[in-house]
């Protein structure tokens, strides 16, 4: 698997394992029932945990990036579109985690299309928004930025780069769909 396509699909198949880990949960080991009470809850507690993971990579990426005042404008249109995308796929996989147990094979294929589409869009609107950021980055910044986005864990050269999963300090920024991220 080239490096390219694992930053892309690895995140995107982690957040369908943790985002659909809820629904799993959500029964009972013992009798296989479903534990409604606890749905509403285990959904919001992770929605939000996911905006928090948002919130502190945004934070990180100021801080790392020296952000100035008068990059504030296209640095709150980056970060506002980091919080667009996480909420969209939070909320696409939400929805598929609530369908899955009745999706036919086809229909489950097609919702982690769906997906898999809705992640490629939202770093699509990522990219643009990091572009316009990385425009009015001082030159210092930019090269702060290449680091980040080529070595996101620190590693010197190339290969492969461990990370996306649960707790890890991905350099990518935060998709959010990788959700994000």
Do not use: C
């Not at 086809?106 to 990219?127: G, V």
């Not at 070595?151 to 300090?169: F, I, L, V």
């Amino acid at each position: 698997m080239t490096p390219t396509f694992r930053s892309i699909a690895t995140p995107a198949v982690l957040a369908v394992a943790l985002l659909t880990a809820p629904a799993w949960a959500q029964t009972s080991p013992t009798t296989g029932t479903s534990n409604a009470s606890s749905a509403p809850a285990t959904a919001k507690d992770h929605a939000q945990k996911r905006a928090d993971a948002v919130e502190r990579r945004i934070t990180e990426l100021h801080a790392k990036l020296k952000i100035t005042d008068q990059q504030s404008k296209q640095w709150d249109a980056f970060a506002q579109t980091m919080r667009d995308n996480a909420q969209k796929a939070d909320q696409a996989f939400h929805d598929r985690a609530q369908n899955i147990a009745t999706m036919s094979a086809p229909d489950a294929m097609k919702s982690y299309a769906d997906l898999t589409q809705l992640h490629a869009d939202n770093m699509k609107k990522l990219s643009s928004s990091f572009n316009d950021l990385y425009a009015v980055l001082s030159p210092e910044q930019k090269q702060l930025a290449d680091a980040l986005y080529r070595n996101p864990n620190g590693k010197q050269g190339p290969g492969p780069r461990k990370g996306s999963g649960k707790g890890s300090k991905s350099g990518a920024p935060a998709s959010a769909s990788s959700s994000g991220g």
